[in-house]
């Protein structure tokens, strides 16, 4: 759809003066412009996460997020448009040319931002959805009893850490600790515990809502907002954390039973 959006753009408001007289020409020309478009986005979202292997992770192409990749996408989509317009079209080269050109090329990297926003977004608002409607079946059942606190003890047993197993988000391995992550008073606050997470799973055991993502965490579904997968792989995107959590292959599918295979 982007590729032929810019397609008609072309076609119809004709922003660059090309050395093409024949009408039939300056069409394939356009459907070149098109072409680009598509084969450098085919490449980006569709060919690069694909190839991504656990040997080489996207974090060690230097893409800090995903806003870096709509940059990289617009970078050359204008340097593949700078280079056909000039060499095919024969569009004389310029410092006005070549932003016109930039901001020309920025349009598809703009779409897709704002496409990602909005699929992200309704993802959210399906999580709210579907908490709001177990809130209600929670509420409905008054005689339902609080959740009873679990305890978390050091292997040494000199340490330990009582919370209601609602309040837990994230438990994470640290070398031979654990990092637990919980809200406290609105806040989110996590405490180092020398043990493993194997001790966890069997602390957690009789909670269902509780579930191992990766070797390196367990987390609390009931705070999940959706799961994303991109050139970093499946993600989880956690209600009031910054941080995304990685899943692996070994628990992805436990972890869309849960949601509902979104």
């Given at each position: 759809?982007?590729?032929?959006?810019?397609?008609?753009?072309?076609?119809f408001?004709?922003?660059?003066?090309?050395g093409?007289?024949?009408?039939?020409?300056?069409?394939?020309?356009h459907?070149?412009?098109?072409?680009?478009?598509?084969?450098?986005?085919?490449?980006f979202?569709?060919?690069m996460p694909?190839s991504?292997?656990?040997?080489?992770?996207?974090?060690?192409?230097?893409?800090?997020n995903?806003?870096?990749?709509?940059?990289l996408?617009?970078?050359f989509?204008?340097?593949?448009?700078?280079?056909y317009?000039h060499?095919?079209?024969?569009?004389?080269?310029?410092?006005?040319?070549?932003?016109?050109?930039?901001?020309?090329?920025?349009?598809?990297s703009?779409?897709?931002?704002?496409?990602?926003?909005n699929?992200?977004?309704?993802?959210?608002?399906?999580?709210?959805?579907?908490?709001?409607?177990?809130?209600?079946k929670?509420?409905?059942n008054?005689?339902?009893?609080?959740?009873?606190?679990?305890?978390?003890?050091?292997?040494?047993?000199?340490?330990k850490?009582?919370?209601?197993p609602?309040?837990?988000?994230?438990?994470?391995s640290?070398?031979n600790?654990?990092?637990?992550?919980?809200?406290?008073?609105?806040?989110i606050?996590?405490?180092?515990?020398?043990?493993?997470?194997k001790?966890?799973?069997?602390?957690?055991?009789?909670?269902?809502?509780?579930?191992r993502?990766?070797r390196?965490c367990?987390?609390?579904t009931?705070?999940?907002?959706?799961?994303?997968?991109?050139?970093?792989?499946h993600?989880?995107?956690?209600?009031?954390?910054?941080?995304?959590?990685?899943?692996?292959?070994q628990?992805i599918?436990?972890?869309?039973d849960?949601?509902g295979?979104?």
């Open positions: 759809m982007i590729s032929l959006g810019m397609f008609l753009f072309m076609l408001f004709q922003p660059f003066e090309l093409i007289e024949d009408f039939n020409d300056v069409l394939i020309f459907l070149g412009v098109a072409a680009i478009t598509f084969l450098i986005l085919v490449g979202r569709i060919i694909a991504l292997t656990q040997r080489i992770h996207a974090e060690s192409l230097k893409i800090s995903e806003v870096g990749l709509i940059l996408i617009w970078f989509i204008t340097a593949g448009n700078i280079c317009l060499f095919v079209g024969g569009v004389p080269l310029s410092l006005s040319g070549g932003v016109k050109i930039a901001i020309f090329s920025g349009f598809p703009i779409v897709l931002k704002l496409a990602d926003v699929m992200r977004l309704r993802e959210q608002l399906r999580h709210f959805v579907r908490r709001n409607i177990k809130l209600e929670d509420i409905a008054v005689e339902q009893t609080q959740s009873d606190p679990v305890v978390f003890e050091s292997d040494s047993q000199n340490e850490l009582e919370l209601n609602d309040d837990v988000m994230l438990i994470r640290a070398d600790y654990v990092d637990i992550f919980y809200r406290l008073d609105e806040k606050e996590h405490k180092l515990i020398r043990n493993t997470l001790y966890i799973q069997q602390v957690l055991r009789e909670n269902d809502d509780f579930r993502c990766h390196t367990i987390v609390n009931s705070y999940i907002l959706n799961m994303t997968n991109n050139y970093k792989g993600r989880l995107k956690m209600l009031d954390m910054d941080e995304e959590i990685p899943v692996s292959r628990y599918l436990g972890i869309k849960v949601l295979d979104e």
